[in-house]
Structures are given as structure tokens and as C-alpha cells.
């Protein structure tokens, strides 16, 4: 079976949506208006998403192989090569993140007020480092990548975050930072026994389950501080908090996702008899991740905070979908994935609209403005049911599917799950019945402007993700399909 290939302007595709948003960020420093820096870095995100989009129709989702591929030797005495390539579970994170920068820019516009400059270089910079950690297939090169978003990320919570934003840079940089370190040890391992950085060769060798113990436990650190997994949380609801709008959706939306796909990418693949052995513990976080996000949510007032500790929840899933080690519970930890990026992008973008009108994300203060809201309030409940998973919208079928793989895995670890579903429904319907009605002692909101053009094209296409992916999956699913089976079956035998 032949793999497509795709070129623009005669340069492999995937190489183009690298490095395209790094030249937009050389092109941006010659750039001295603040109105023209907006719409430069608005019109480059676009072009780079447009050219993302045709990956979707050219991509074969009848093969596991991996497609668009490009491989040079990059530094030949190591046997390191600049290889790239997508399968079907790269290939939607690659278009969620193409597809939300150009989001996050808009939800910028008025929000960010200084050092514009700056803070567009580090958009464009942190796109170019996210594409490539899903197109790496050599794995120094995938470590480049992982490392180069570190950097800019952090300068966005340190320069443009909340009061508290150097706590919160330096915990996240310090906790990313540790975990890099056990990647890269593992990385090295794997290079002296198989004499390559090559993440296809990796795959399929006779490792001692002595190694590969070791070695899942060093991915094992890495990907749940990016997750981030139970116990290894505790940075998130800090660089949320503090973050700028568009470092929130960032965050949420695609920083995550490298976690639970170095999880798929690394550990299943890579160490199939460790995973074996030690997916039941991880089962056991994942619950526990789902429970204690759901009631950490449920206890807050902070709306930043809420949505963040949902986090834990939803990411908690799709941890739950990998190591049940089905085909469904795997397809169903990336729409998981998928659909986090999409719902829990959107609602920072809502808590940040509150923000700039009011100046405070207590839920207190924020109660009752749907009364002089009511194009907004429409979006946000939409979102909101999307988050507790809502049949109909794009959460419930990744959802869904997980239960049902986890079910076929282990009866009474779905059963344990039961309580997280229940919270998410708490405390999002208490969300969106504060925010929409308030209460008796609503506050005075005077000359509250509802939503502009600006945040309603944002929010447009968030909301048509979420109905598109819930009322017709099959797209997506589809292009899955015939990659987990071969993940699958490189782990062990297959179950449904």
C-alpha cells in the first residue's frame, strides 16, 4: 500500500508546518505596530492551519503506517536522523494544535496589553516546538522538540501571568524539567542496546522485562508530570491560575496531550512487557486522578481553578482508555484527548472573556451574568455540558468508549469510575446555573457588554467541534482505527 506524500511549494508538508510558524516569529521581530503584530501573527496561524487541513484528506486511514514521511541524517556519528512522519493518533494532534493557535491569538487581542512582541514570538516559537513533538520519529529529535516548548511556555506565565505567575513559572519548569531528565536517561538506555535514536527500530526488540521496568519508569515520571497524572499534579492548577488566556488553552489543549502520547508512542510499543505488568497501578492512579479532580473541582470558587482541577479529571480518562489496553479504550482515550483540547480550550477562553470585563474569576462575582450575557451564556453551556459529557457532544462518545474498553479490562475499576462521572456533572452544572442565573444576592453587573464579533468567530469553531465530533464520530474513529490495532498488537494479544 502506497503512502501518500505532500509537498508545498515543492518542500515536504511536515517540515512546512514546522518551521513556518518559526519564520513568522523572525518575521515578527521587524514588526514595530501593535495593530500590524496582531494581524501578522493572526494571519500566520491561519495560513499554517490551512495548510494542516489537507493532511486530513490525504492522510490513508486504511494503514498503521506512518505517512508524509521525511528522514535526513542530522548528525551521522550518532545516528541521529531528522525523520518525521504522522499515523492517525499524531495526525489529529497535530491538527488540534494547528487549529487552536490561531484561537489563542484571537483570544489575545485585547487581553494582552504589553510587550506584544514578545509575547506572539513566543506563540509562533511554541507552535513550531508542539507540531514537531507529534511528527518526531527519531526520538533525540522528538526530545529537541519536547525541550523547546519548555522554555517559551514558562516566559509566557513568568512575563504576561497573575500575581503569583514566577511561582508558577518556576514550578512548571522545574517539574517539566525533572521529568526531561528520566527522558532522556531512558532515551540513552534504549540507544546502547539497539545502537540507534530510531523510534521504529526501538519497537519489537527482545528487551530484558528487567529493562523495560526501568525504562517504562523513567517514561513513566517524564510523560505523568506532562499529564499531569496523580501525584504528579500539583503544578497545574498553579501555572492555570496565573497563565494568560492563551497559556491556559495552550496548556490544556495541547501541552497535555504529550503526556498521554508519549504514553502511547514510548511505553506501549516500546516496553510492552512492563505495560503488561504494570497497567493495573496505573489503572489505579488513573481513578484515583478521576475522583480526586472531580472533588477538588467540585470545592472550588476560583473559576480558573475549576476548570483546571477538571483537568486532572478528564486527563484522568484518557490515562484510564491507555492502560485498559482495548482497542476501544485506546480509541477512546484519543478523542479523550481530542475533546479536552477542544471543551476545556473553549472554557478558559470563556473565564478569560469574564475576566476582561470584570476583572475577577470568583464565582461569586461572576453569578448571574447571563442575565446580560445571553449570546455568551449560550457558548458557555454548550461547553459545560460538553465537559460532563453530555450525549450529543464531542466528551460523551470519548467517554463512553473508555468505560467500555476499561470495562472489558477490569469490571470493577469501571465501577470505581462511576463517582467521577457523577462529580463532573456537580460541578459543572453548579458552574453553569451560578453563571447563568446566580442567585437571590446576585451582584450588580452595570454596562456589562455581552460577546463582540472577535469572541464569537473564537468561539465558533470550538462549539462546531463539539457538535460535529459528538453528533458524527465516526471520522475521527475512523482514522484511528487501523493505528491503536497495530499499537495493540505490538503490546500483546488484542482485545476489543
Same mark, same amino acid.
Given at each position: 500500500?502506497t503512502?501518500?506524500?505532500?509537498?508545498?511549494?515543492?518542500l515536504?508538508?511536515?517540515? =512546512?508546518?514546522?518551521?513556518?510558524?518559526?519564520?513568522?516569529?523572525?518575521?515578527?521581530?521587524?514588526?514595530?505596530?501593535?495593530?500590524?503584530?496582531?494581524?501578522?501573527?493572526?494571519l !500566520?496561524?491561519?495560513?499554517?492551519?490551512?495548510?494542516?487541513?489537507?493532511? #486530513?484528506?490525504?492522510?490513508?486511514?486504511?494503514?498503521?503506517?506512518?505517512? *508524509?514521511?521525511?528522514? =535526513?541524517? #542530522?548528525?551521522?556519528?550518532?545516528?541521529?536522523?531528522?525523520?518525521l512522519g504522522?499515523?492517525?493518533? $499524531?495526525?489529529?494532534?497535530?491538527?488540534l494544535t494547528?487549529?487552536?493557535?490561531?484561537?489563542? %491569538?484571537?483570544?489575545?487581542?485585547?487581553?494582552?496589553?504589553?510587550r506584544?512582541?514578545?509575547?506572539?514570538? !513566543?506563540?509562533? =516559537?511554541?507552535?513550531?516546538?508542539?507540531?514537531?513533538? +507529534?511528527?518526531?520519529?527519531?526520538?533525540?529529535?522528538? *526530545?529537541?522538540?519536547?525541550?523547546?516548548?519548555?522554555?517559551?511556555?514558562? %516566559?509566557?506565565i513568568?512575563?504576561?501571568?497573575?500575581?503569583?505567575?514566577?511561582?508558577?513559572?518556576?514550578?512548571?519548569?522545574?517539574?517539566?524539567?525533572?521529568?526531561?531528565?528520566?527522558?532522556?536517561?531512558?532515551?540513552?538506555?534504549?540507544?546502547?542496546?539497539?545502537?540507534?535514536?530510531?523510534?521504529?527500530?526501538?519497537?519489537?526488540?527482545? *528487551?530484558s522485562?528487567?529493562?523495560?521496568?526501568?525504562?517504562?519508569?523513567?517514561?513513566?515520571?517524564?510523560?505523568?508530570?506532562?499529564?499531569?497524572?496523580?501525584?504528579?499534579?500539583?503544578?497545574?492548577?498553579?501555572?492555570?491560575?496565573?497563565?494568560?488566556?492563551?497559556?491556559?488553552?495552550?496548556?490544556?489543549?495541547?501541552?497535555?496531550?504529550?503526556?498521554?502520547?508519549?504514553?502511547?508512542?514510548? !511505553?506501549?510499543?516500546i516496553?510492552?512487557?512492563?505495560?503488561?505488568?504494570?497497567?493495573p497501578?496505573?489503572?489505579?492512579?488513573?481513578?484515583?486522578?478521576?475522583?480526586?479532580?472531580?472533588?477538588?473541582a467540585?470545592?472550588?470558587?476560583?473559576?480558573?481553578?475549576?476548570?483546571?482541577?477538571?483537568?486532572?479529571?478528564?486527563?484522568?480518562?484518557?490515562?484510564? &482508555?491507555? *492502560? $485498559?489496553?482495548?482497542?476501544?479504550?485506546?480509541?477512546?482515550?484519543?478523542?479523550?484527548?481530542?475533546?479536552?483540547?477542544?471543551?476545556?480550550g473553549?472554557?478558559?477562553? !470563556?473565564?478569560?472573556?469574564?475576566?476582561?470585563?470584570?476583572?475577577?474569576?470568583?464565582?461569586?462575582?461572576?453569578?448571574? =451574568?447571563?442575565?446580560?450575557?445571553?449570546?455568551?451564556?449560550?457558548? +458557555?453551556?454548550?461547553?459545560?455540558?460538553?465537559?460532563?459529557?453530555?450525549?450529543?457532544?464531542?466528551?460523551?462518545?470519548?467517554?463512553f468508549?473508555?468505560?467500555?474498553?476499561? +470495562?472489558?479490562?477490569?469490571? #470493577?475499576?469501571?465501577i470505581?469510575?462511576?463517582?467521577?462521572?457523577?462529580?463532573?456533572?456537580?460541578?459543572?452544572?453548579?458552574?453553569?446555573?451560578?453563571?447563568?442565573?446566580?442567585?437571590?444576592?446576585?451582584?450588580?453587573?452595570? &454596562?456589562?457588554?455581552?460577546?463582540?464579533?472577535?469572541?464569537?468567530?473564537?468561539?465558533?469553531?470550538?462549539?462546531?467541534?463539539?457538535?460535529?465530533?459528538?453528533?458524527?464520530?465516526?471520522?475521527? %474513529?475512523?482514522?484511528?482505527?487501523?493505528?491503536?490495532?497495530?499499537?495493540?498488537?505490538?503490546?500483546?494479544?488484542?482485545?476489543?
Amino acid at each position: 500500500m502506497t503512502t501518500p506524500s505532500f509537498t508545498f511549494l515543492g518542500l515536504p508538508i511536515l517540515s =512546512v508546518l514546522i518551521f513556518s510558524p518559526l519564520v513568522a516569529a523572525a518575521g515578527a521581530m521587524l514588526i514595530g505596530s501593535e495593530r500590524l503584530l496582531r494581524g501578522w501573527a493572526l494571519l !500566520c496561524t491561519t495560513v499554517v492551519a490551512a495548510l494542516s487541513l489537507p493532511l #486530513w484528506w490525504r492522510f490513508n486511514p486504511e494503514t498503521a503506517d506512518f505517512q *508524509f514521511r521525511e528522514q =535526513v541524517a #542530522w548528525i551521522p556519528f550518532l545516528k541521529i536522523d531528522y525523520a518525521l512522519g504522522v499515523d492517525g493518533i $499524531s495526525l489529529l494532534l497535530v491538527l488540534l494544535t494547528t487549529l487552536i493557535l490561531p484561537l489563542c %491569538v484571537l483570544a489575545s487581542w485585547t487581553y494582552i496589553k504589553t510587550r506584544i512582541k514578545e509575547f506572539f514570538i !513566543c506563540l509562533l =516559537v511554541m507552535e513550531s516546538a508542539m507540531i514537531g513533538v +507529534f511528527c518526531a520519529r527519531d526520538a533525540i529529535l522528538f *526530545f529537541v522538540f519536547w525541550e523547546a516548548m519548555l522554555i517559551p511556555m514558562a %516566559v509566557l506565565i513568568g512575563v504576561w501571568g497573575g500575581p503569583r505567575r514566577l511561582y508558577a513559572s518556576l514550578k512548571f519548569f522545574i517539574y517539566t524539567m525533572a521529568g526531561s531528565v528520566f527522558l532522556l536517561v531512558a532515551l540513552i538506555a534504549l540507544r546502547l542496546k539497539t545502537g540507534s535514536f530510531d523510534l521504529g527500530g526501538m519497537v519489537g526488540q527482545q *528487551f530484558s522485562p528487567v529493562f523495560q521496568f526501568w525504562v517504562f519508569a523513567a517514561f513513566f515520571l517524564s510523560f505523568a508530570i506532562k499529564v499531569p497524572m496523580f501525584p504528579f499534579h500539583t503544578w497545574l492548577p498553579a501555572a492555570h491560575v496565573e497563565a494568560p488566556t492563551a497559556g491556559s488553552v495552550i496548556l490544556a489543549s495541547v501541552l497535555l496531550k504529550m503526556g498521554t502520547y508519549g504514553f502511547l508512542r514510548f !511505553c506501549l510499543p516500546i516496553t510492552p512487557q512492563a505495560t503488561l505488568a504494570l497497567a493495573p497501578w496505573m489503572l489505579v492512579l488513573s481513578v484515583i486522578g478521576i475522583l480526586y479532580g472531580g472533588l477538588t473541582a467540585l470545592a472550588q470558587n476560583d473559576l480558573k481553578k475549576l476548570v483546571a482541577y477538571s483537568s486532572v479529571g478528564h486527563m484522568g480518562f484518557a490515562t484510564l &482508555g491507555i *492502560f $485498559s489496553l482495548t482497542t476501544q479504550g485506546v480509541e477512546g482515550a484519543v478523542l479523550v484527548m481530542i475533546n479536552h483540547g477542544v471543551t476545556t480550550g473553549a472554557l478558559f477562553i !470563556c473565564v478569560g472573556v469574564l475576566y476582561e470585563r470584570l476583572h475577577t474569576r470568583e464565582l461569586s462575582a461572576v453569578a448571574g =451574568v447571563g442575565k446580560l450575557m445571553p449570546v455568551f451564556t449560550g457558548f +458557555f453551556g454548550v461547553f459545560c455540558l460538553s465537559s460532563l459529557a453530555f450525549p450529543g457532544t464531542n466528551s460523551f462518545i470519548g467517554e463512553f468508549l473508555v468505560l467500555a474498553g476499561s +470495562f472489558a479490562h477490569s469490571k #470493577w475499576i469501571t465501577i470505581c469510575v462511576v463517582p467521577g462521572v457523577v462529580l463532573a456533572a456537580a460541578y459543572m452544572l453548579r458552574v453553569l446555573q451560578r453563571v447563568a442565573f446566580g442567585g437571590t444576592s446576585n451582584p450588580v453587573h452595570e &454596562g456589562l457588554q455581552d460577546l463582540g464579533w472577535r469572541e464569537v468567530i473564537t468561539l465558533t469553531p470550538l462549539l462546531v467541534a463539539v457538535l460535529w465530533i459528538g453528533l458524527h464520530p465516526q471520522p475521527v %474513529v475512523g482514522v484511528l482505527h487501523a493505528t491503536v490495532r497495530n499499537l495493540l498488537l505490538q503490546v500483546g494479544p488484542l482485545v476489543p
